[in-house]
């Protein structure tokens, strides 16, 4: 393989996503990653990399399982392709998988092809709920600042973490509403109590759901713990949620598209509040990552008011590739492999030693502000000084991730510090190991600034 010639390729016609290419272009070409392995990559310089992000947080079950590739070539030699209009085997068992280890009464499934058309699928499906039930006036969608639900239509505009990633795309649509997000350590009440501050951004969901209007609202859209930073919400939020969408009857759209299959320690995120959503949204790691694949995942109430023979009845909302018999077999083999391989119970025997052995850490090293997450969802809060609360400057956030990247940990910290979310099959000596290069790079930087 000419790895220069790929390099300039690379650079003449690649786009790579929220990258820029002149920055490419001046470490002379991408890094071109040619093989993986558990929680390994190889690069074309035949150096070796630990993903401790699980690429975009879905590698759920290691790169490259042998038994993934021998489901999607086994289902690509029976039926590659058929579109969901009807049904595959693969399809249809996959459902009822879903149905049987999704919590409550999820239990019918609209195929997508990742994270952000499940949630763009979800919010259309709340829509046209609200209109079979002739509430049709219900149209406005609350989801919380600091929050991601993807890069499409609508996902772009939900959430949102800093306004410069919309900015190309307003105007946004009509009836969006954005609600605090609970944070116990940045509250947007300013306290440290962590159930206050769960409890203040739960009313503030019923402030603005009364304050518009129950009748005008459609969908709460939120995540059991974001993505960026991990934070925990204290425990009555999930609860007083599910209360006040009853309560109101709007429709609570959980996105456990980066949580699920067993990444908090639970197969489902909201498992550890005991609530059920309405709908629920869930892609990256159900396949890890071997081929794209997602799910909508709605209860039994939801689904049925789409049932029925009337013209105007279904669900109008079509997907060429949702439902692939070959991404669906090797999604289901994947749950298979999360079952059989206990990789949920590891995520939380992991997940606290790595939290456990953090929070030793910051004894030594005052830039760690705080820990949080759940399982192996793991969020490192930097600071300049924990007093103030300041995030680490630029200046300590470049050596930092040089540090990480000098011991080929990929990972680099970003304006509040960084999220680990290695595979979930990573062991306890790849654990120490891990461990032992983060706490050299926290060093080398300590030494230098602090
Ligand atoms: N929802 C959440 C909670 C996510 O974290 C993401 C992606 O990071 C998405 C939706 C969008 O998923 P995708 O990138 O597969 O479109």
Redesign the pocket.
């Known amino acids: 393989m000419n790895i220069d010639q790929l390099r300039k390729d690379a650079l003449e016609h690649l786009w790579t996503h929220n990258g820029s290419w002149v920055e490419m272009a001046e470490n002379g070409g991408p890094v071109i990653i040619l093989k993986a392995k558990g929680i390994r990559l190889t690069d074309s310089d035949g150096v070796e990399w630990m993903d401790v992000s699980s690429g975009?947080?879905c590698v759920t079950a290691g790169h490259a399982r042998e038994e993934l590739a021998e489901a999607a070539l086994e289902q690509m030699r029976e039926i590659a392709y058929f579109p969901n209009f009807g049904a595959t085997p693969p399809t249809i068992k996959l459902s009822k998988k879903l149905a049987q280890i999704t919590p409550g009464n999820l239990t019918r499934s609209f195929f997508v092809n990742?994270?952000?058309?499940?949630?763009e699928t979800a919010v259309k499906m709340a829509r046209a709920y609200h209109v079979r039930n002739k509430e049709g006036s219900r149209y406005r969608i609350i989801s919380r600042k600091g929050?991601?639900?993807?890069?499409l239509g609508i996902?772009t505009h939900l959430g949102g973490r800093d306004v410069n990633e919309q900015r190309d795309y307003v105007p946004s649509f009509p009836g969006l509403l954005y609600a605090p997000q609970p944070n116990a350590y940045r509250s947007s009440f300013n306290t440290e109590d962590p159930e206050l501050d769960a409890e203040l951004c739960a009313k503030a969901i019923q402030d603005l759901i009364e304050f518009h209007g129950p009748e005008t609202v459609s969908a709460v859209v939120a995540?059991p713990i974001p993505?960026a930073n991990a934070s925990v919400p204290g425990s009555c939020y999930w609860p007083m949620l599910r209360e006040i969408c009853n309560k109101y009857g709007v429709i609570l759209i959980g996105?456990e598209?980066?949580t699920a299959w067993g990444r908090t320690g639970k197969m489902f995120a909201l498992e550890h509040w005991g609530v059920v959503p309405d709908i629920m949204?869930v892609?990256?790691g159900l396949s890890s990552a071997h081929l794209p694949v997602?799910a909508v995942i709605a209860t039994k109430e939801i689904a049925s008011v789409f049932a029925g023979g009337e013209v105007s009845k279904p669900f109008i909302h079509a997907l060429t590739f949702g439902g692939h018999p070959v991404t669906n077999a090797v999604a289901l083999r994947n749950i298979k492999l999360i079952e059989d391989e206990n990789l949920v119970k590891n995520s939380e025997t992991q997940g606290s030693y790595i939290r456990k052995k953090l929070l030793e850490m910051m004894d030594k090293y005052p830039m760690i502000g705080c820990v949080q997450g759940k399982g192996l969802q793991i969020g490192i809060d930097l600071v300049i000084d924990r007093a103030s609360k300041e995030p680490i400057p630029h200046s300590v956030r470049e050596t930092l991730g040089d540090e990480l990247e000098k011991r080929r940990l990929l990972v680099r910290p970003g304006s509040f510090g960084f999220t680990l979310y290695p595979p979930l099959i990573i062991n306890r000596d790849e654990v120490n190991e891990l461990l032992e290069k983060m706490d050299e790079s926290f060093s080398a930087t300590h030494k230098l600034f602090f």
């Open positions: 975009y947080q990742g994270g952000s058309d499940a949630v929050s991601y639900h993807g890069a996902t995540d993505g996105d598209v980066i949204t892609a990256k997602g």
